[in-house]
C-alpha cells in the first residue's frame, strides 16, 4: 500500500458544508444517490427508495431503529451514537419522499432504556416495548398515520452526511452474536469488510456451524 502525507502547511480542503434550509429535493436526492447509500433494511439504494415513495405518495417517513432481532443492536448504537446526522437525516428524506410527518422508531429493552434518547435532531423517538417481533405493531401504526415508508437508520445518518459534506457511504455498523459468541460486538467497519474478519475478533464458545446474515428471525443463511 501507498501512505500519503501532505506537507506541513498545505490545506488538503475540505468538502463546503451546506444550508439544509435552503436545499431542493432533487438536490437531496442526487446527492443521495452520489453518494451511494444502501438501506441496511432491504439492501435497496436509498434514492431509489425515497424517490419511489415520493410517486407513490407518502404520508409518514419512519427511521427504522428497532433491532426486531435477538442479538442484534446495531441499529440502537447507531441511533445512541449518531443521534443528530439520524434526526437530520430523517428531515432530509421526508422532504424527499413528501411526507408530512417523521419519526424514529426504537425497541426498548430495560438495558438500553437509560441511553435511549427521547428525540434526534428534533425528531421524535416512537419507543416501541414487549416481545420480539415488534415490527408488525409498527405496521399497524403506519397505517393508522396514512402509510409511508421505513428506511434504515444508518441510511438516515448516512443521507445527512451526504447532503451536509458530501459524504460517501464507506462503513457501516455491524453486530456479530449468537450462541457462538461469548460476547455479542458492534463493529463499525468500511463496507467489503470479511466476515471471517470480524469472527476472528470475537471470543468463541465454539466454531460456527452456520452463519446467519440479517439476523436470527428473517436473516439468510451464507458462507464465511
Same mark, same amino acid.
Given at each position: 500500500?501507498?501512505?500519503? *502525507? ?9 468538502? /463546503? ?10 438536490? +437531496? @436526492?442526487? *446527492? ?8 441496511? @433494511? ?23 431503529? %428497532? ?8 441499529? @440502537? ?14 428531515? %432530509?428524506?421526508? $422532504? &424527499? ?10 425497541? *426498548?429493552?430495560? $438495558? ?6 427521547? #428525540? $434526534? ?6 419507543? @416501541? =416495548? ?6 408488525? #405493531? ?10 409511508? +415508508? ?15 459534506? %458530501? ?6 455498523? &455491524? ?5 457462538? +459468541? ?10 467489503? =469488510? ?9 471470543? %468463541? *464458545? ?14 439468510? /443463511?451464507? #458462507?464465511?
Amino acid at each position: 500500500c501507498a501512505v500519503l *502525507r501532505p506537507k506541513l502547511g498545505i490545506d488538503v480542503g475540505h468538502p /463546503p458544508k451546506l444550508d439544509i434550509d435552503s436545499v431542493s429535493s432533487q438536490e +437531496i @436526492l442526487s *446527492r443521495c444517490d452520489n453518494a451511494g447509500i444502501i438501506d441496511e @433494511l432491504d439492501g435497496r439504494p436509498l434514492a431509489q427508495k425515497l424517490a419511489q415513495a415520493a410517486r407513490d405518495g407518502c404520508s409518514i417517513l419512519v427511521v427504522d431503529a %428497532l433491532d426486531d432481532q435477538p442479538y442484534c443492536t446495531s441499529g @440502537l448504537r447507531t441511533l445512541i451514537e449518531h443521534r443528530a446526522d439520524v434526526g437530520q437525516g430523517a428531515v %432530509l428524506a421526508a $422532504a &424527499v419522499a413528501g411526507a408530512s410527518r417523521s419519526c424514529i422508531a426504537a425497541y *426498548r429493552p430495560a $438495558a438500553v432504556a437509560p441511553y435511549l434518547p427521547l #428525540e $434526534a435532531g428534533g425528531v421524535s423517538v416512537l419507543e @416501541l =416495548t414487549g416481545r420480539y417481533p415488534c415490527l408488525a #405493531e409498527l405496521a399497524d401504526q403506519m397505517r393508522l398515520w396514512g402509510g409511508g +415508508i421505513r428506511i434504515g437508520v444508518q441510511a438516515a445518518a448516512a443521507l445527512s452526511q451526504a447532503v451536509v459534506f %458530501l459524504a460517501k457511504q464507506r462503513s457501516v455498523m &455491524v453486530t456479530v452474536g449468537g450462541p457462538c +459468541i461469548r460476547t455479542a460486538t458492534n463493529f463499525h467497519v468500511t463496507t467489503g =469488510t470479511l466476515t471471517s474478519e470480524l469472527i476472528d475478533q470475537c471470543a %468463541l *464458545r465454539r466454531e460456527p456451524g452456520l452463519i446467519v446474515y440479517g439476523g436470527a428471525m428473517t436473516g439468510r /443463511p451464507g #458462507e464465511l
